[in-house]
C-alpha cells in the first residue's frame, strides 16, 4: 500500500504562485543606468534573456540605488529557478524602495521556493499591511507555510482564506491536506468533503478521503471514496492502486475481483513508467494479481 507521504510526493501539488512579472521603461538617477535598463527591457521583450540579465546587472553596478533593474532581474532569476538569488534582488529591492508592493511579494514567493520562512513571513506580512485585502497575496502567504510542510502555521492562515474564497476548493483541499498531516482526520475529512460539494466531480477530494478512511481500514468508505476518485479521473492510477488495497481489505467474494480489476488497471495506465517508486508498485501489484489468479483457479472463480 503506497502511504501518505509517498502519494504527497508523487502527486503533482496544485501550487499558488501568482508572480509579478518584469516592469517596463522607467526613470533612473543616472542616464546610464537608465540607457543600461531599458537596453534590458527590449532584450527582454525579445526573448533575448541573457543580454537582459548582462543590462541589469550592468544598471545595477552604474547605479547602485536603482530598485527597478534589482526587480526585472529578480523575476528573470525566478523563472530560471535561481531561487537564491532572485531573493537576494527582491531583498534589495525591498531595502531601496520600501513601499512597492510587489518587490515584497516577490520576495516572499521566492522565499517560498528556499524554504526560508523566516523572511518569507516577513515578505508577506509586508506585503499585506500595504495591501491588506489582496486574497493571492494572502493565498501565497499560506502556500509559504504549506509548501514547507509547516502544516499549523498553514491551518491559520488556509482558514483566514476561506473567508474571502468560500468557493475556492482548491483551498478547502490544502486545508484538508494540512489537517491530515497533523493528524486531524476529522477536520481533515470535513474540508475535503466541502472541497466535493463545491465541485462533486472533484477527484482528488475523493482520493483523500479514501487514504484517510483506507488508514482507518474503513474499507467500505474507503472502496466508495476510490470508486468516484477512478470515476471522475480514470487515469488516475494511485487512485486504482489504492482501490485494489481497500477492495483486499474489505475480503468478499466480489471485493476480492474488484481488487483484481483496480491492480490492473494499475499496470495498465504505468506501462513503460520509468519513475522508480512506480516500478516498485507496480512490483507489489504484479505480485498480488499473481496470487489472486492463483486463488481465483482454485476456488472457481470468475475474474476475466
Excluded at 503533482?12 to 501568482?18: D, E, G, K, V
Excluded at 534589495?92 to 510587489?102: F, G, I, R, S, Y
Excluded at 504549506?146 to 502544516?151: L, P, Q, R
Excluded at 489537517?179 to 466541502?194: I, L, M, P
Aim: net charge neutral.
Amino acid at each position: 500500500m503506497i502511504s501518505r507521504k509517498d502519494i504527497h510526493r508523487i502527486l503533482l501539488i496544485f501550487t499558488c504562485i501568482f508572480f509579478v512579472a518584469s516592469i517596463g521603461t522607467v526613470q533612473a538617477q543616472s542616464e546610464k543606468a537608465k540607457e543600461l535598463f531599458n537596453e534590458g527591457v527590449d532584450a527582454e521583450s525579445a526573448g533575448d534573456l541573457k543580454t537582459a540579465k548582462t543590462k541589469y546587472e550592468a544598471a545595477i553596478a552604474e547605479d547602485a540605488e536603482y530598485s527597478k533593474p534589482h526587480f526585472n532581474l529578480g523575476a528573470i532569476l525566478f523563472k530560471q529557478k535561481d531561487y537564491k538569488k532572485a531573493q537576494e534582488h527582491f531583498e534589495k529591492v525591498t531595502q531601496l524602495n520600501p513601499d512597492n508592493v510587489d518587490g515584497w511579494k516577490n520576495l516572499g514567493l521566492a522565499a517560498t521556493k528556499t524554504g526560508d520562512l523566516t523572511i518569507g513571513d516577513n515578505a508577506f506580512s509586508e506585503a499585506l499591511k500595504r495591501k491588506p485585502e489582496d486574497v493571492e497575496i494572502m493565498e501565497a502567504y499560506a502556500m509559504l507555510f504549506y509548501n514547507n510542510n509547516a502544516y499549523d502555521r498553514a491551518i491559520s492562515k488556509l482558514e483566514q482564506l476561506i473567508k474571502h474564497k468560500p468557493k475556492d476548493k482548491k483551498i478547502f483541499y490544502f486545508l484538508g491536506k494540512s489537517y491530515t498531516e497533523v493528524g486531524k482526520t476529522d477536520e481533515a475529512v470535513d474540508n475535503f468533503s466541502s472541497a466535493a460539494k463545491i465541485d462533486p466531480k472533484y477527484h482528488m477530494a475523493y482520493f483523500e478521503m479514501g487514504n484517510i478512511y483506507l488508514d482507518q481500514e474503513s474499507w467500505s468508505k474507503s472502496m466508495s471514496n476510490y470508486e468516484k476518485a477512478v470515476k471522475y479521473d480514470p487515469r488516475h492510477y494511485q487512485s486504482w492502486f489504492n482501490l485494489g488495497s481497500a477492495c483486499l481489505g474489505q475480503q468478499t467474494e466480489s471485493s476480492v475481483v474488484r481488487a483484481y480489476e483496480a491492480y490492473n488497471q494499475f499496470l495498465k495506465l504505468t506501462s513503460g513508467s520509468k519513475n522508480s517508486q512506480i516500478k516498485t508498485m507496480r512490483g507489489q501489484a504484479q505480485g498480488i494479481v499473481k496470487k489472486l489468479v492463483d486463488y481465483f483457479d482454485q476456488a472457481g472463480i470468475a475474474y476475466d
